[in-house]
């Protein structure tokens, strides 16, 4: 089957521009997360949709973030106006259903910001 | 939000020692333990899911232990080589929330030749 996909694999941006990642689950997956890992760190999530509902994006930075799941299968993440703490490696991850089934994980984007 | 500990940060061994890392996590509310193992320039994969108290999974060289009562798992490594140097995450799930995965900050390993 295949692999869950992101792009770009790498974008470095200056202060204050935008950016977008996009990410393809796995084909049925009806649940698909976002992760952000700053160096050092372990991933951090973002925002999980089930299907193309929220179902939970509490630690996403409303002010600056914003993510959306049309049709439920592809993802994009876009971060307007970029700051240099967001500097980090954005993971896109889906998952078969619930809780134990294990999260299938793309390559990541990672992004610079000067 | 859950409070997830990993120790030891980072670990460094030498080819053929065996070597342990632990992930501490709230005991209440338990549902699912994972592990998953990141090498660098790859995506993080699956190494175990763990639900049930006294679980042990192996997998190869790597096994894993979970004591859900006391709130943690160890992740052993027998005979360490070049190859099994990455990060490894574990993250517990609680029942009755979003199912959601919360990631300790990992433990680095590297293994010399």
């Given at each position: 089957e295949?692999?869950?996909?992101?792009?770009?694999?790498y974008k470095?941006?200056e202060k204050?521009?935008?950016?977008?990642?996009?990410?393809?689950p796995?084909?049925?997956h009806?649940?698909l997360?976002?992760?952000?890992q700053?160096?050092?760190?372990?991933?951090?999530?973002?925002?999980?949709f089930q299907?193309?509902?929220?179902?939970?994006?509490s630690?996403?930075?409303?002010?600056?973030?914003s993510?959306?799941r049309?049709?439920?299968?592809?993802?994009?993440?876009?971060i307007?106006?970029?700051?240099?703490e967001d500097?980090?490696?954005?993971l896109?991850?889906s998952?078969?259903?619930?809780?134990?089934?294990?999260l299938?994980?793309?390559?990541g984007?990672?992004?610079?910001?000067l | 939000i859950?409070?997830?500990?990993?120790?030891?940060?980072?670990?460094?061994?030498?080819?053929?020692?065996?070597?342990?890392f632990?992930?501490?996590?709230?005991?209440?509310n338990?549902?699912?333990?994972?592990?998953y193992r990141?090498?660098?320039?790859?995506s993080?994969?699956?190494?175990?899911?763990?639900?049930?108290n006294?679980?042990?999974k192996?997998?190869?060289?790597?096994?894993?232990?979970l004591?859900?009562?006391?709130g943690?798992?160890?992740?052993y490594?027998k005979?360490?080589?070049?190859?099994?140097?990455?990060?490894y995450?574990?993250?517990p799930?609680?029942?009755?929330?979003t199912g959601?995965?919360?990631?300790?900050?990992?433990?680095?390993?590297?293994?010399?030749?």
């Amino acid at each position: 089957e295949a692999g869950v996909a992101q792009s770009p694999r790498y974008k470095i941006i200056e202060k204050r521009q935008s950016v977008a990642f996009w990410c393809n689950p796995i084909s049925g997956h009806a649940t698909l997360y976002w992760y952000q890992q700053i160096l050092g760190q372990g991933p951090k999530l973002l925002i999980q949709f089930q299907n193309n509902g929220v179902v939970d994006d509490s630690q996403l930075p409303k002010d600056r973030f914003s993510a959306e799941r049309l049709k439920g299968v592809d993802s994009t993440l876009k971060i307007q106006p970029a700051k240099l703490e967001d500097s980090a490696v954005y993971l896109c991850a889906s998952q078969g259903a619930w809780g134990a089934n294990v999260l299938t994980f793309g390559a990541g984007s990672r992004l610079t910001v000067l | 939000i859950l409070n997830v500990e990993q120790s030891p940060q980072s670990l460094h061994v030498q080819e053929g020692d065996s070597t342990n890392f632990t992930c501490s996590f709230p005991s209440s509310n338990f549902y699912a333990l994972h592990w998953y193992r990141w090498e660098t320039a790859k995506s993080p994969e699956a190494l175990f899911v763990m639900t049930l108290n006294g679980d042990e999974k192996k997998k190869g060289r790597i096994s894993a232990t979970l004591n859900t009562k006391e709130g943690y798992s160890y992740l052993y490594i027998k005979g360490s080589q070049p190859e099994d140097s990455a990060t490894y995450l574990c993250a517990p799930v609680s029942s009755g929330n979003t199912g959601k995965l919360i990631f300790g900050q990992g433990t680095t390993l590297q293994v010399k030749p």
